[in-house]
Structure formats: structure tokens, C-alpha cells
């Protein structure tokens, strides 16, 4: 099984197919049946709106690698966004509220490694623990109410362009970019294969494998905090149940991209294509006039029918 | 989580010790109650204590199922979902045929359905339990919303209604349902073949298949009953709030995690017993109306019950690794 997981991470093109087909296929079912899907304003609209998701995505990948999961990711997605909203509406500076959801993501994401790594809790009961603490920040700092009356400022990440393209899709290529580098460039990016695939081996080389999980849990909370900014930008305000059950997108997404949640081997680019694969179905079933309910089961399904090809392939 | 060490037959030969923990856990609970007697003046009149009886059998009914899915190992992340849908398609057949008994039956089936479908995918399908009920929780809920389509039910028959919120000889009705179930899980857990071969199948996997114990037939077994005691939880529910939403019961699953891990119940699997999930539910309860009658803002429970779900199992794993 590892020897095939070996093969399959030196020839990442032999997976192509799986989500891409699927992308392709829910393309033409959906420019078939609404009118209104394959024009540029609604493909942009889909890429625009897919950003926050790929946010949460790119380090789930990690995450996921690792061996592990975050359920919280959704629940902070939310509280960082309120905060953003909160610092913003106090302040009046956007930085400052961009700093202080990137401190909270982070803390989240440290007592969620730390919890992993060092305690020893299983991942999804870890963070289920801390989606509750959350959860429940998220309804106390708000108490329960929207965060309204931001400064102009916030509205324009959302909106605004740069060179005429619009600054989410900007951000979030800079994250693909910087994910990419980071897995396939760095030493950070070998050792997070060798925390899925080869344990033993890090420890031989010397590497704190706890030290490296907690930075993958905290680098996952950092993109939490950077992604509640462009949550609050894309509603202009700050709502205490704004992005709970994101989490679902974002792991299903990672599953449809085709990273094994029991081998250890991750794919990027597929990540992002299972982004695009879930933006592209939610956005399909809408015009369509479905309503979101619908949606919610569909990605439910499109995650168990990914993991049961995954566990298919694993017993290849 | 193979540990060989670890005796296959779990459940019988460590009651003594499984005693001690849960002897630990009444103490709790014993200690939450003094303080909050002389805390607070509402808590020790007969009302609240029949209150928070009433409250901690709700949270039993479906922690005992979600039990014995812990104790293969596994986890059912979908007992909240299931509880909406599972009251939805009751009350629907309630307000349709008027009869409470097909209610009933409709209730437990769906349920029961529900969590035969979650095993058929952690062992026919082979997909991870948490992955796989995660997935169905998701597919549940869009489900229920859609059935639903943002309308609320009403006013069931006062026969029906008995079930959650009427009394025989001055103890709600849910107190009766929990000792039954409780003798019931008990005796199933720790008296019958089938009881003990899942503690085997938790302590390990491996040893379990190769002393021919049909692995995959026990483990669906195992979530269906998750599934259909969710879906009795959810016809008492339904009885209890006399109204049915699609978000029924969603915000439950937490807190039966919680109720498993705090009685005692290893999250690695093959260690706990049904008689502790009982006394978690009871100090969830207890924690939880104490929050309440000392005036904590709701807002809170959340993130309180999140706490005590990582404590209980740092707890867990702190006292089995002292004792291993």
C-alpha cells in the first residue's frame, strides 16, 4: 500500500482524471440545463465566490495529510469574522482587524495541534471540542447579534479589483501559490509527506514530529483569520453563524481532489479543482432554483461517493 | 489503537475497574449537586430534580446507542441530523394518519435506517466511521430542510405528548424509558455473546476477525441501534416539545459525544460502560442547569460543553495510560 502511495506521489497526473472529469461533466449538465450558467459574470461569480472555501481547503489538505482533521475550521471562520467586523467597527482600521483575526485563527489553531500533537486526542474529537469553544465564543462576543455599520474600507476587499482582476481571486491565487511552494518547494512541505507517509522517518532525521503538527494546525488557523476578512467583506457585516459548516466544503473538497484521508498523500492542484468542483455544483443546483437544502445533501453525497473511490483505490 | 496488550474480552474481566470509574463519575455528579444546593436556592426543589432527570434521559436515549458504536471504536457524528429527520417524517405521519403508535414506529425506523446506512458504509464501503457519518450528517440536514422548507408543526395528540412530558406515580415518563434502556444496554453489553464480541472488536480489530467473530455484521448491527435510538430520542423530543422544526435535535450531537466520553467510555475503543454514559449525561445536565439557574448566558453552553468533550478525554487518556 505504501509502495502504491509512493507512485501515486511521483506521478500526481495519473489522478487527473477523477475530479477533472467530474468538473467537466457537472459543466456540461449544468450549461445544458440553465442558460445562465456558462457566461463570464457567473463563471467569475463562482471563481469569486469559491476564495473563502479555497482558503480553507488549501490547509485542510495539509491537515488531512497529516493524518488529521479540523472540524472547527468553520466555527473560527466565524468568530474571526466577527472579529474583523468587531476591531473594524471599533477602530475604524482594517489592518487592525485583519491582525487580531489572524491572532485568534492562529491561537484556535494552536490548542487544536497542540490538543493533536501533544495530548493525543483524535483529531476529529479535538476539533469537535473546539468548534463547540467557538462556537460559543462566536455567540458570545456578538451577543447573537449581526456586527453592522463597517467602514468602507472593508467592503472594498470584496470588491475591489487589482489590474482588473478582482482582489479575492487575487488572494486566493496567492494562497494556491504560496501552498504550492510551500508543499513542494520547502523542507516544511517534505516532512508534512513524511507525517502521513513515514513517521519513523522523521524521527530518524530528527524532526519533532509534534512541533511540525502543531504548525500545520496553526498555519490552518492563520488562513481562518485571513479568510473571516474576506467573509466579512463579502456580507459587509459580521454574523454570529456566518460560515458554520464551511468546514464540510472545505473537506469535501479535499476528498474530491483526491487526498487519501488514510495514506498520507496529498494533491494540491486537485484541492483546488474539487474547490472549483464544489463552487461549480453549489452555483449549478442554485440557478437551477434548487434550493441550498438540496445543496448541503448533494456536497454530503459528493463526499461519500469520493471517499468510497478512495478506499476502492486503497484496496487496489 | 491495536493495542495487543489490551485483554479481548474487555468488558467482563475490567467491571471491577470499569466500577472504580464510574464510582469516580457518581462522585462527581454527588459533588455538583452539594455545591449547587448551597449555591443556588431553585436547584434542590423536586421540580428541578425531576427536570434535570427528565433532560439527562433525553440525552441517554441517544448516547447509549452512540455508546456501543464508541466502544467498536468508531463514532456516529450523525445522531443530531438523525434525530431532526427522524422527528420530522413522525410528526408528519402523526399529523397525517393520527395514530401516535405508527408515529412511533415511523420514529425508531427512520432512525434505524439511517444508522444501517452509516454502517453499511463504514463496512461495506470501508470508509472511516467519522468521515462517513460527517458526510451523512450533511446529506441529513440539507434533507430535513428541504422536507421541511422552513415550516414549523404543530400540536400533536395529548395521548402522544404523554411520552415526553406526562407523569406516573410523580416521575416523568422519560425516567422509565431510561431504566428500561439502561437495564436494557447494560445487560446487552455486558451479559450477552453479542455485547461482549464488541468490546472485542474495539480492543482489537485484528484479533477480533481472526477469533471468527463476524466483524462487519456486529458493527452494522451496532450503528443501526445508534440509529434507532436516536430515533426513539427523537418521538420524545417530538412529545416533549409538542413542535417539530428541521433543526430538531441538530445541536445534540455535541453534547452526547460529550455525555460517552465523560462516563468513562475510550474513545480508542473496547473500555466503558452503558451505566457511565448514563452518569455523563446526568453531569452534562447537571452542569448545564447549574449554568442556567446561576443566570450564565445561554451563549455559553457551547462553549462549555467543548471544554468538558476535550477534558473528559485528556482525563481518559491521563488515568488509562497510568493504569496500562
Given amino acids: ?316 | 489503537m491495536t493495542d495487543i496488550s489490551k485483554p479481548i474480552t474487555g468488558g467482563r474481566m475490567l467491571l471491577s475497574d470499569e466500577m472504580i470509574q464510574v464510582f469516580y463519575r457518581l462522585l462527581a455528579a454527588f459533588l455538583i449537586c452539594a455545591a449547587l444546593t448551597i449555591l443556588t436556592n431553585s436547584f434542590f426543589s423536586l421540580g428541578n430534580i425531576l427536570n434535570v432527570l427528565r433532560q439527562a434521559s433525553l440525552l441517554f436515549f441517544i448516547a447509549s446507542g452512540l455508546t456501543l458504536v464508541v466502544l467498536t471504536g468508531g463514532l456516529d457524528l450523525s445522531i443530531g441530523a438523525n434525530v431532526a429527520i427522524s422527528a420530522c417524517i413522525a410528526g408528519t405521519v402523526i399529523h397525517q394518519t393520527g395514530s401516535p403508535t405508527l408515529g412511533v414506529l415511523t420514529g425508531i425506523g427512520v432512525g434505524g435506517a439511517v444508522g444501517m446506512l452509516n454502517g453499511v458504509m463504514v463496512t461495506a464501503l470501508r470508509i472511516p466511521s467519522f468521515i462517513a457519518t460527517y458526510g451523512m450528517l450533511w446529506v441529513l440536514h440539507g434533507i430535513t430542510y428541504w422536507y421541511m422548507g422552513g415550516e414549523t408543526m404543530h400540536g400533536f395528540p395529548a395521548g402522544f405528548r404523554q411520552i415526553g412530558s406526562g407523569y406516573f406515580l410523580g416521575l416523568p415518563i422519560p425516567v422509565y424509558l431510561l431504566l428500561v434502556f439502561l437495564a436494557i444496554g447494560t445487560i446487552f453489553a455486558q451479559r450477552t455473546t453479542w455485547g461482549q464480541e464488541i468490546y472485542a472488536i474495539g480492543a482489537n480489530p485484528v484479533a477480533a476477525r481472526l477469533s471468527g467473530i463476524p466483524v462487519a455484521r456486529r458493527l452494522l448491527l451496532v450503528y443501526t441501534v445508534s440509529g434507532a435510538m436516536a430515533g426513539l430520542a427523537s418521538i420524545i423530543f417530538l412529545a416533549r416539545l409538542n413542535s417539530a422544526e428541521a433543526d430538531i435535535g441538530e445541536s445534540l450531537t455535541l453534547p452526547a459525544i460529550a455525555a460517552v466520553l465523560i462516563g468513562g467510555t475510550s474513545l480508542f475503543g473496547g473500555l466503558g460502560t452503558v451505566f457511565g454514559t448514563f452518569v455523563g449525561a446526568l453531569i452534562l445536565t447537571l452542569v448545564l442547569n447549574g449554568m442556567n439557574l446561576l443566570s450564565v448566558n445561554a451563549s455559553w453552553q457551547p462553549l462549555v460543553t467543548g471544554v468538558i468533550v476535550i477534558l473528559a478525554v485528556w482525563l481518559d487518556m491521563k488515568t488509562r495510560r497510568r493504569a496500562a
Avoid at chain 1, 114 to 138: C, D, E, H, N, R
Avoid at chain 1, 149 to 167: D, E, F, N, Q, W
Wanted: glycine share 14%.
Fill in chain 1, 1 to 316: 500500500m505504501r509502495e502504491q502511495a509512493m507512485v501515486l506521489n511521483t506521478n500526481p497526473l495519473q489522478r487527473i482524471p477523477g475530479v477533472a472529469v467530474m468538473l467537466v461533466l457537472l459543466c456540461v449538465v449544468f450549461s445544458l440545463m440553465t442558460p445562465g450558467f456558462l457566461t463570464v459574470p457567473n463563471i467569475s461569480n463562482v471563481l469569486v465566490q469559491s476564495t473563502i472555501l479555497l482558503m480553507l481547503a488549501l490547509p485542510m489538505t495539509l491537515i488531512i495529510m497529516t493524518e488529521g482533521l479540523d472540524l472547527s475550521m468553520g466555527a473560527v471562520l466565524t468568530l474571526t469574522s466577527l472579529i474583523v467586523a468587531i476591531v473594524a467597527l471599533a477602530t475604524g482600521s482594517l489592518l487592525l482587524g485583519l491582525l487580531a483575526a489572524l491572532a485568534v485563527g492562529i491561537v484556535f489553531g494552536t490548542i487544536n495541534g497542540w490538543l493533536v500533537a501533544v495530548v493525543g486526542i483524535p483529531p476529529f474529537v479535538a476539533t469537535l471540542g473546539t468548534l463547540g469553544m467557538a462556537q460559543g465564543l462566536s455567540l458570545i462576543v456578538s451577543d447573537g447579534q449581526s456586527v453592522v455599520g463597517m467602514p468602507a474600507a472593508v467592503r472594498g476587499v470584496y470588491s475591489g479589483t487589482l489590474g482588473g482582476v478582482p482582489l479575492p481571486i487575487v488572494l486566493g491565487l496567492g494562497s494556491y501559490l504560496a501552498f504550492h511552494g510551500l508543499l513542494y518547494h520547502t523542507r516544511f512541505g517534505t516532512y508534512i509527506f513524511a507525517l502521513g507517509g513515514n513517521r519513523e522517518a522523521l524521527k530518524f532525521a530528527g524532526i519533532s514530529a509534534r512541533r511540525l503538527l502543531i504548525l500545520v494546525y496553526a498555519l490552518g488557523g492563520a488562513m481562518v483569520g485571513l479568510a473571516g476578512l474576506l467573509m466579512t467583506a463579502r456580507m459587509n457585516s459580521g454574523h454570529p453563524t456566518a460560515g458554520l459548516g464551511l468546514e464540510f466544503d472545505a473537506i469535501a473538497a479535499v476528498a474530491v481532489g483526491g487526498t487519501s484521508f488514510e495514506r498520507g498523500n496529498g494533491w494540491l492542484l486537485g484541492t483546488l479543482l474539487g474547490v472549483v468542483t464544489v463552487g461549480v455544483l453549489r452555483n449549478g443546483l442554485n440557478l437551477l432554483a434548487l434550493p441550498s437544502s438540496i445543496q448541503v445533501a448533494s456536497v454530503g453525497l459528493l463526499v461519500i461517493a469520493a471517499l468510497f473511490v478512495d478506499g476502492l483505490r486503497s484496496r487496489s
